[in-house]
Nanobody, 119 residues
Framework: QVQLVESGGGLVQAGGSLRLSCAAS????????MGWYRQAPGKQRELVAR???????NYADSVKGRFTISRDNAKNTVYLQMNSLKPEDTAVYYC?????????????WGQGTQVTVSS
């Protein structure tokens, strides 16, 4: 079993910054990908940013140039630096980690952290 602990959400004014963190622990042998998704009220969950073990990074078009994803492999932690935040970035942000345990593959989700951007 793999546990994800997220932190860093909150309330910020438009134009401000927040940094999200997600630490993975438990039955982890290797991690293939770590990413952030978000879900706004009444909308589907969408990819924000994702990084893989071979170094590829993908961003949603709406966050390119404003958000930066990074990871600390030694700590099994992924970060999302969010700058120039806009009210439309308001959502619950979820961490997602895909990898392999000692005996099985896994795809785990964090509990979600609220990000609210006021205008």
């Amino acid at each position: 079993q793999v546990q994800l602990v997220e932190s860093g959400g909150g309330l910020v004014q438009a134009g401000g910054s927040l940094r999200l963190s997600c630490a993975a622990s438990g039955n982890i042998f290797s991690i293939n990908a770590m990413g952030w998704y978000r879900q706004a009220p009444g909308k589907q969950r969408e990819l924000v940013a994702r990084t893989t073990s071979i170094g590829s990074i993908n961003y949603a078009d709406s966050v390119k140039g404003r958000f930066t994803i990074s990871r600390d492999n030694a700590k099994n932690t992924v970060y999302l630096q969010m700058n120039s935040l806009k009210p439309e970035d308001t959502a619950v942000y979820y961490c997602n980690v895909v990898g392999r345990g000692i005996t099985n593959d896994f795809a785990s989700w964090g509990q979600g952290t609220q990000v609210t951007v006021s205008s």
